[in-house]
DNA sequence: GTACGTTCATTTTTT
DNA sequence: ATGAACGTAC
């Protein structure tokens, strides 16, 4: 049992305000760094130890689901493995799909739905395009699939976004809405946004579920709540509508997916809709020096909306100044952040898993990754091109997929000729047409055909296969041989593990085959290990009841989109984007890309509100770091292969110069400048052409020793030392000095600061 | 029906 | 720069 007192360790005043609050609605707007997920883990470990409520009884909501494992792993050491796994712990997302696995019979849907990620989103908004004779170029798909998916995110639905539908575009959008919603449903599909929307409706439609939610969740938690739109927000009311007993965390200025539908408003709503709410402010920093913070502070101070005045403070010192550097172009830049890494870690402070490197756009990573191969740095890119994104592994998912639920026409299309089985373009829409003129899944329509070829067969008089319309039989046998695959699959199902299962799939279809044939030897075993990889995911759920296995991994893979941070790398260098960044910190950050088009983004140049998203994710990329924060921007960048000259982010004028350590320009800067930005133009190729690699890239020209053994020396962290030799290495001058007490380091006289010391 | 070469658009950000 | 979508040749 924990008591009180260890709960309450290390709080301050306001966060044991906050934890031991009365149950009862309570609001936390919390300052980054403030120890917000401190507080709601001690809360929830409050109401057990103290309050004596039983695990079973809350859930807690967080963003991620890297912070809901944080959170379950942070509950385990202070309560114990048995009462943390009693909490439900998840996304609003991954708890949504529990409860309508549970309780979606209620809405007269099967339990075994697929779960629609982002590309198969795209694949049915492109089939309601077609079945609509709509035309592509004109409707983009992806436009016309976001205003859908807003409209979702407010809870309206198709009817209702009919009726008020003004402009042409909306006209389309609620057609299309419509059509998209009933190929969905005859596929027994939800898309992500579909999860809340359906529990909500679930929890509306049917007060008696509802009711035994409210019962069985007594107390909530949210975390994020700045972040939560619409559907969640009525979610949470929802379920807290009968205890009032929900606690929720915040904290406006780190509000960053208004894209997504998330609207602060829902921080006011909830002192309206809780007149009794306890409202706490975490205002003290424990995270960030005061360089760090008076930077941040003052590009969100420049914010157009009026916000809830917060003042940050911190008692961790001034700390070193924020450092501003300008890379030639993206390439430059990467390399200045992966030198600046390989010296903060020869300078043997930071390791590489202290570091990480924030970026506006994935696309950005790709420099990034390049300058830290090259110098042989660690590291982990975060999101990016997802492993459950890749060719090979959504055409194996899809088999899955089918195995659980064969009315998956996406599913099932995109794997009807993969492996090439003699189903060709014809035939596929030969097959689309009739099942769409049927209002049958694909799958149904299969069916039909093979019991029409098996009446006809029995007709040994007229063998003309008259029922099957004009299929011409070598096309209806390729359909009928992909059908028997699919029903053997189902068939499998039943009996197999999960691992069984794939291992009996893949090899009847010839999976490793096909890629090879496809791709070349080398290539296509490649991607075979890939789907190899997949494979020993399934392990992890080989204790689960073979009833749940194939339909928990494929939840769990449309879900964990970040299933690759849970190969918990070890101490490497983090490159992540703004958005995915909140929530954690670092002893070192890297923000690169802080020029107008991409932070702030181009997307949002136009738009007041957009405008200071942006100003808000820079706040939540600066206020990650602990100790150092650097900020890089490039002379030119080259986007969609096209370079342009790039300006420096306006956020950057908005901080005090004497906040700020501008960097003299080294490298490709300092030759750009020496020979004119006009040359540099002329020959925007120089920079791949030079003979130089990323290593031998001289900071500034050959440097000459000014370090000789002997010589006394004072290092800023290492204190007094003595120079035992030095010598020029990659045109910078390496000095090794035996320091008192410290032992002998190697450090880079550009970047370690040496100063003489005496005679 | 398939394989290959050309064109074209593509990039916010996430579940 | 890269990949998907389209057209042409086999």
Redesign the pocket.
């Known amino acids: 049992m924990t008591d009180a007192s260890t709960i309450l360790d290390g709080l301050n005043p306001a966060q044991r305000q906050a934890v031991t609050a009365a149950p009862g609605p309570v609001l936390v707007l919390a300052g980054p760094g403030s120890g917000k997920t401190r507080v709601l883990t001690r809360r929830v470990a409050y109401l057990i130890g103290v309050h004596g409520v039983d695990p079973h009884h809350i859930l807690a909501v967080t963003f ?2 890297k912070a809901a494992r944080e959170m379950r792993d942070r509950l385990e050491k202070l309560l114990g493995p048995g009462e943390a796994a009693a909490l439900t712990v998840g ?1 609003f ?2 708890i949504c799909a529990r409860f309508l696995r549970r309780d979606s019979i209620h809405l007269g849907r099967e339990r075994d739905f697929a779960i629609y990620d ?1 590309d198969d989103q795209l694949r049915v908004m492109k089939r309601v395009l077609r079945d609509l004779n709509l035309d592509e170029k004109k409707h ?1 798909p ?1 436009a016309i699939h976001a205003a859908i998916s807003r409209a979702k995110n407010e809870l309206i639905d198709p009817d209702a976004y009919s009726r008020h539908a003004h402009s042409y575009f909306e006209e389309v959008v609620a057609r299309c809405f419509a059509r998209y919603q009933e190929l969905l449903r005859g596929a027994n599909a939800l898309d ?1 946004d579909d999860l809340l929307v359906e529990t909500v409706r679930l929890f509306e439609e049917h007060p008696a579920v509802l009711e035994r939610y409210q019962e069985r969740y007594g107390f909530l938690l949210a975390d994020e709540y700045q972040d939560t739109n619409r559907a969640q927000y009525v979610l949470l009311k929802q379920l807290a509508s009968r205890h009032h007993n929900i606690f929720v965390v915040g904290d406006e200025d780190q509000s960053v997916y208004a ?2 539908g998330a609207d602060i408003r829902n921080i006011l709503s909830f002192e309206r809709d809780y007149p009794e709410a306890q409202v706490i402010l975490l205002e003290q920093n424990y995270r960030s020096t005061q360089a760090i913070l008076d930077v941040a502070q003052a590009v969100i101070n420049r914010s157009a909306q009026r916000r809830r005045d917060k003042r940050l403070w911190t008692r961790n010192g001034e700390g070193v100044l924020v450092q501003v550097i300008e890379g030639y172009d993206q390439d430059e830049e990467a390399q200045l952040v992966a030198g600046e890494i390989a010296r903060l870690i020869a300078g043997g402070a930071y390791q590489p898993g202290d570091i990480a490197i924030m970026y ?4 950005q990573s790709r420099a990034i990754e390049e300058a830290l191969i090259a110098r042989q740095a660690p590291y982990i890119i975060v ?1 990016g091109t997802r492993f459950y994104e890749r ?1 090979e592994i959504k055409d194996a998912l899809a088999y899955l997929r089918l195995a659980l639920n064969p009315f998956d026409d996406i599913s099932l299309s995109r794997v009807l ?1 993969w492996p ?1 089985r ?6 596929q829409e030969d097959l689309e047409r009739r099942a769409g003129a049927a209002a049958v899944p694909l799958y149904v329509m299969l069916h039909t055909l093979a019991a029409n070829a098996e009446a006809a067969a029995d007709q040994t008089t007229s063998p003309a296969p008259a029922r099957t319309g004009e299929m011409p039989s070598r ?1 209806r046998n390729a359909l009928l041989g992909f059908l028997t695959l699919i029903d053997e699959s189902l068939d499998r199902r039943q009996t197999l593990s999960l691992g069984a299962l794939m291992d009996w799939l893949f090899e009847r279809v010839g999976f490793r085959e096909a890629l090879r044939r496809e791709y070349g030897d080398e290539e296509g075993d490649d991607r075979w290990n890939n789907v190899m990889e997949l494979r020993n995911v399934a392990e992890q759920y080989a204790d689960l009841p073979l009833a749940s296995q194939l339909s928990t991994f494929l939840e769990e893979v449309a ?1 964990v ?2 299933i690759d941070t849970l190969q918990e790398e070890r101490n490497a260098v983090t490159c992540i ?1 703004l ?2 960044a909140k929530g954690l910190e670092f002893p070192v950050v890297f923000l690169v890309g802080l020029e107008e088009g991409l932070l702030p ?1 181009a ?2 140049a136009d738009d007041r509100d ?1 405008l200071d998203e942006e100003r808000r994710l820079f706040y939540v990329g600066a206020t990650r770091a602990k100790e150092r924060l650097y900020l890089l921007h490039a002379f030119r960048r080259a ?3 096209r370079t342009e000259i790039a300006t420096p982010s306006r956020f950057l004028h908005d901080i005090p110069p004497d906040l700020l350590q501008r960097a003299p320009k080294r490298g490709y800067a300092a030759a750009q400048m020496v020979t004119g930005r006009a040359a540099a133009l002329r020959n925007p190729r120089r920079n791949q052409a030079a003979p130089v690699s990323p290593h031998s890239a001289a900071p500034d020209g050959p440097r000459a020793i000014s370090f000789f053994a002997g010589q006394k020396v004072h290092h800023a962290q290492f204190g007094e030392g003595i120079v035992v030799s030095s010598k020029l290495v990659e045109g910078d001058e390496e000095v090794t000095v035996a320091f008192v007490g410290k032992g002998v380091k190697r450090l880079l006289a550009s970047f370690a600061n040496l100063q003489h010391v005496g005679e």
């Not at 506006?360 to 696309?363: F, G, I, V």
């Not at 003699?422 to 035939?427: C, H, L, N, S």
């Open positions: 991620t689901n996304t997302h991954s982002t983009a992806r992500f894209f997504r506006r756009t994935n696309a999101g060719k000729n090439a003699g189903i060709g373009q014809r035939t096309a879900l989109s970040d984007t958005h995915q983004h997307r949002s957009a986007t969609y292969g």
